[in-house]
């Protein structure tokens, strides 16, 4: 008889586990997300964002992974990660979730859904581009707003940490140039 050559895969996600099963879900996952939620409500960008999950039924899961990401495999789940470790929300969470929720959103109109290679390469890659900048107005929104409605300075920092100052600073110039 051939043995199944995921057995042994199986066997070592599911090594001194009870539950035979392995779980990627973060054992805190619905006090993180509790948490960031009670902090987005502070900005009207990201308590718009929440609306439209809770209306469109998106869920929103955290991931045990020692980096952290946001990421929309279809229209109606929202991933973020947090190492094993981590007990509370974290101002990098809250970004990543920002930019996930908006994905989530984009998905709802043609324009803006996640592009196909079979509209060419030039306008695959204009999409792309246009799709990220639009999540990052929505983030440096966000992590603007909290700042100023809570005082909260990390989420400032935390978004700059994340490689984001150059972001930040322009989206700050373009909306001084606006006002």
Do not use: W
Not at 67 to 76: A, K, Q, R
């Amino acid at each position: 008889m051939t043995q199944n050559p995921f057995d042994k895969l199986n066997k070592s996600f599911t090594a001194g586990k009870t539950t035979g099963k392995p779980s990627y879900r973060h054992e805190r996952e619905s006090q993180i997300i509790d948490q960031l939620r009670f902090v987005m409500q502070h900005s009207a960008t990201a308590k718009a964002l929440l609306e439209f999950a809770d209306t469109n039924a998106i869920e929103i899961h955290v991931l045990k992974n020692k980096t952290g990401f946001g990421y929309l495999p279809d229209g109606s789940v929202v991933y973020i990660s947090a190492a094993p470790e981590i007990r509370i929300g974290t101002p990098e969470m809250l970004i990543n979730l920002v930019g996930g929720l908006r994905e989530a959103q984009q998905e709802t109109t043609p324009e803006t859904r996640r592009p196909t290679i079979e509209m060419g390469k030039e306008r695959f890659v204009e999409q792309y581009v246009d799709k990220k900048a639009d999540i990052y107005f929505h983030q440096c929104s966000v992590v603007e707003e909290i700042e100023k409605a809570l005082g909260f300075t990390e989420i400032v920092d935390s978004f700059q940490a994340m490689g984001y100052s150059d972001i930040l600073e322009a989206y700050k110039k373009d909306k001084q140039s606006v006002s």
